[in-house]
Every structure is written in structure tokens, then in C-alpha cells.
């Protein structure tokens, strides 16, 4: 392959430049997620392959409903193409049900469910540990306006019910999310559109099959995390045609 430009280097993905101007190639490592993320993290073998293809697999569906996303196409295992954007410093996180950070905070039990989706902001700055910022914070610093911000609800809430609908098909509970939003133009017009990634690394769920199935006191369990999360997901939505986790990875014909 011809040498190519690096751009960014993060933990879970290395951006190259693309093919034309406006374009981004996003490479997915094995690497662990950023530790602060509402989803297991880990160093797993072929996470990357399989958070590549979840990625594309949720994007391009969100695409197809008409939200959205920066993804434009997979281009092989661990690559995908997709617009640049000038990214908003936020992490933006839509809650259902009660875990981590907010249960830690207002002393919720793990699990509760929410009376509606909560969208929260967390600045994404990782040397401060991306603490929650109100749309006060957002505005004053100017990271996005109040126009921004509706829009990114309404992006947040639509990507809420595309995913969770998607899970619940598949005996998934989508507890809690996070994704990060970017500004396009169109010539005067600007857009905010869904970049970074969709993947278990930016979602917790938990797995409403084993829940179901009563334990050997006769007893249903509540739901807890999906176990091996990358394959048992990529399995259930049926997007991995092969089983590349786990093994070397040899060469396979999966385009
Ligand atoms: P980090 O460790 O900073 O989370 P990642 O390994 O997730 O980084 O690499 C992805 C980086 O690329 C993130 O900083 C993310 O904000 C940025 N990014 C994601 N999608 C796009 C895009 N379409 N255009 C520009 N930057 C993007
Ligand atoms: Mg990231």
C-alpha cells in the first residue's frame, strides 16, 4: 500500500488521511477503549476487525433511517472511509437504565430504569478525566451553541431508539451509550452528523437471554453484561461472516 498520512493516533483507532479532501481512513486497534467510556474496555484480539464491522454495521443503518453518520464505506478488515468533521469536544451520553457514573452520583441502584433517556455531556478532555458539563458550560465556552445542542439531543435520541430497537431484537438491553457528534459543510450550510464509532466500546448492554433462562433455584437473574461482548454481538447481529477472533488472523475473504 502507498505510505499515507497519519493524522491522529488515539487509543482505540489511528486516522489517516483519505483518498480525497474531506475524507478520513479510521484504522481499528486491538487496543483498550478509553478507560472513562459507560462500556467494558479491553485488549481483545480482533476487537478491532470486530468494532470495525459493528461500526459500519450501525452506522450505515442509521444512514439508511436518515440520521446522519460520517461512515462511507468499510474498505477492508480493519478499515473504514468516512468524512471529516470538525469534531465537537463532547462526549454525549444517553442513558435508559441506571450504572456507572450516574448511579455513582446520585446514589441510583445499578439497573433502575431511568423515567426517560437522559442525554448528559462529558468534555473531552482525558487529562481532566472527562468530567460532566452542563449546556451552560457548552455555550459559555463556545464549543457549540444552543441551535448545536438541540440538534445533538434530537441526533442522540433518534441514534437512542435505532440502536435499542436493534438490541432488544437480539435479547440485548441497551443500558447506556456515548457517541461523539461533528460539523460538515455543505456549501454555506452547516450539519452536525454522527462520527468516532458505534461499537461495545462506546455501549453498555446487557444480555436480557441469560436473564431469562432461571438459574438452578428456579430463579430469573437480572440482566447482566453480555459476556465476550465483541463476538457474542457481532454473532447475534450476524455481521461477522467468519470467526476471526481470538486466532491469528490469516488472510480471509471477507470483502
Ligand atoms: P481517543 O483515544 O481520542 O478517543 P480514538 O482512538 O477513538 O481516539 O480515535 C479517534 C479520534 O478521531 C477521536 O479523537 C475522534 O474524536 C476523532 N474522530 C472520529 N471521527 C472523526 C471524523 N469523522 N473526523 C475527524 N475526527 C474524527
Ligand atoms: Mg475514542
Known amino acids: 500500500m502507498a505510505r499515507r498520512k497519519k493524522v491522529y493516533e488515539g487509543r482505540a483507532k489511528i486516522l489517516y488521511e483519505g483518498p480525497e479532501p474531506g475524507t478520513l481512513i479510521q484504522y481499528f ?20 476487525v470486530l468494532n470495525n464491522r459493528l461500526s459500519e454495521f450501525f452506522m450505515s443503518g442509521l444512514n439508511a433511517i436518515g440520521v446522519p453518520t460520517h461512515f462511507i464505506r468499510r474498505i477492508n478488515m480493519r478499515e473504514q472511509l468516512v468524512r471529516m468533521v470538525e469534531m465537537i469536544p463532547l462526549e454525549v451520553v444517553v442513558r435508559n437504565f441506571a450504572a456507572g457514573d450516574i448511579s455513582d452520583r446520585l446514589g441510583i441502584p445499578e439497573g433502575t430504569p431511568l423515567p426517560r433517556p437522559i442525554v448528559e455531556y462529558y468534555y473531552k478532555d482525558e487529562r481532566l478525566n472527562l468530567p460532566l458539563v452542563s449546556e451552560e458550560h457548552i455555550i459559555a465556552f463556545n464549543w457549540a451553541n444552543q441551535q448545536d445542542l438541540d440538534d445533538i439531543v434530537a441526533l ?10 436493534v438490541m432488544l431484537g437480539v435479547g440485548i438491553r441497551l443500558a447506556d451509550f456515548r457517541i461523539e457528534v461533528g460539523r460538515i459543510w455543505e456549501g454555506d450550510f452547516m450539519r452536525l452528523i454522527v462520527a468516532d464509532e458505534i461499537s461495545p466500546d462506546s455501549m453498555r448492554l446487557w ?36 470467526n476471526v477472533t481470538h486466532a491469528t488472523p490469516k488472510p480471509s475473504l471477507i470483502n
Not at 34 to 41: D, E, G, L
Request: aromatic share 4%; hydrophobic share 35%.
Open 156 to 165: 442522540a435520541l433518534r441514534v437512542n431508539d435505532f440502536l435499542s430497537g
Open 207 to 242: 444480555d436480557l437471554r441469560a436473564a431469562e433462562l432461571p438459574d438452578r433455584e428456579g430463579q430469573t437473574r437480572d440482566p447482566g453484561p453480555l459476556p465476550d461482548v465483541y463476538t457474542e454481538l457481532a454473532r447475534r447481529l450476524g455481521v461477522m461472516p467468519s
Open 29 to 48: 486497534k486491538d487496543d483498550a477503549a478509553v478507560p472513562a467510556a459507560p462500556a467494558p474496555s479491553s485488549g481483545v484480539e480482533g476487537k478491532g
